[in-house]
């Protein structure tokens, strides 16, 4: 079983659209987060959620939004794709809160806008 | 499909000791190498990336990686170990430099640094 699962694993879309990348994991862990790849292969951190509520909410466009229904999801919502969106964004989870547990990544949303 | 692999969830050093991580890869093309730390409190960060040029590549706080491309190889190691070093490291492979080339990540191995 998939530890931390991401779909889609490819989305292309046109500039201007929105659209959702969901994140699922199955660990039982209290905290989920969003990372950005950016160009340079580096992760940045987007968003955090411990135990549905978010704590960590880094300088992001506020045409991110994350949801999360419960603690063993953590959704992604993006409005008005724009050029520089283009990038792999991850989910990741672990047990606590501290920036010093484990990460537990999914395998990654290649996101190409047109 | 690319992968890389691990050896050794948690590895334990002596302050001063030399500290060796490993990691294997799985790539059908050329890859591109990453080694990335989890330091306590500070979050994920890039250590060193290998791109296809140098086969010995340096990162940062005296951390050095080797691709060898004989053994599918591209282990992390520090001549000596301190304290600060203790996080979680995970290697990653990538078949492209483009910013959509994603990363493929290990599970990770945690050092410890005993004093």
């Known amino acids: 079983d998939t530890a931390v699962s991401q779909t889609p694993k490819y989305l292309v879309t046109q500039m201007g659209n929105d659209k959702s990348i969901k994140c699922e994991q199955n660990?039982?862990?209290?905290?989920m987060y969003w990372y950005k790849q950016d160009s340079k292969k580096f992760l940045k951190i987007m968003f955090s959620?411990?135990?549905?509520?978010?704590?960590i909410n880094e300088t992001v466009p506020n045409r991110f939004s994350p949801k999360s229904p419960d603690k063993a999801h953590l959704n992604l919502h993006i409005n008005s794709l724009e050029l520089g969106d283009s990038a792999v964004y991850f989910c990741?989870?672990?047990?606590?809160?501290?920036?010093?547990?484990?990460?537990?990544f999914g395998s990654g949303t290649q996101l190409s806008v047109l | 499909a690319q992968s890389v692999t691990q050896l050794g969830s948690h590895v334990s050093v002596s302050e001063g000791a030399l500290v060796l991580l490993r990691c294997n890869y799985s790539?059908?093309?050329?890859?591109?190498l990453f080694w990335y730390v989890q330091y306590p409190n500070q979050g994920l960060q890039l250590l060193l990336k290998?791109?296809?040029?140098?086969?010995l590549v340096k990162g940062i706080n005296g951390f050095e990686a080797e691709f060898k491309k004989s053994e599918t190889s591209f282990h992390l190691t520090k001549p000596s170990a301190h304290m600060s070093d203790a996080a979680e490291y995970f290697c990653?492979?990538?078949?492209?430099?483009?910013?959509?080339?994603?990363?493929?990540f290990g599970t990770g191995t945690r050092l410890q640094v005993f004093p």
């Open positions: 990741a989870s672990s047990q606590g809160e501290a920036t010093n547990e484990k990460l537990f």
């Open positions: 290998y791109t296809s040029a140098a086969t």
């Open positions: 990653a492979v990538s078949e492209g430099s483009y910013n959509t080339d994603k990363l493929i």
């Open positions: 959620y411990n135990n549905k509520e978010l704590i």
């Open positions: 790539s059908s093309v050329p890859p591109y």
């Open positions: 660990l039982g862990h209290d905290t």
